[in-house]
């Protein structure tokens, strides 16, 4: 005999997920290009790969990292980035990164 499922109840997208272990309450930063909202993922919470911005390499799961995105309010998921957690504090003395394929010249 096979059980009934059960329907849990979804929470909703506006609910903040502090209770999940791992992730830290949202703050607001202050930079050149303006106030981002920034989170920390640590270890155990990052669960999915993403490709940090700044280095353009991919943030494995397992690795700690921090997902920003523009504290002007008007910004949706599709705005947030997830950083490596030194890239993050290395964007305002950094250039704009530059993809290449892997046979393009690096000096030109």
Not at 46 to 73: F, L, M, S
Not at 74 to 87: A, F, I, K, L, P
Request: aromatic share 8%.
């Amino acid at each position: 005999m096979v059980s009934p499922r059960r329907n849990r109840p979804q929470k909703k997208k506006d609910e903040p997920r502090y209770d999940r272990p791992g992730i830290t309450e949202d703050r607001v930063q202050q930079h050149q290009d303006g106030e981002w909202m920034v989170r920390n993922i640590f270890g155990q919470a990052a669960v999915k790969t993403y490709r940090c911005p700044g280095c353009v390499q991919e943030i494995r799961p397992g690795v700690a990292h921090i997902v920003a995105w523009p504290a002007d309010g008007y910004g949706d998921e599709s705005d947030r980035r997830h950083w490596h957690t030194g890239c993050w504090r290395a964007r305002d003395r950094r250039g704009p990164g530059v993809e290449r394929s892997r046979n393009a010249p690096r000096y030109g």
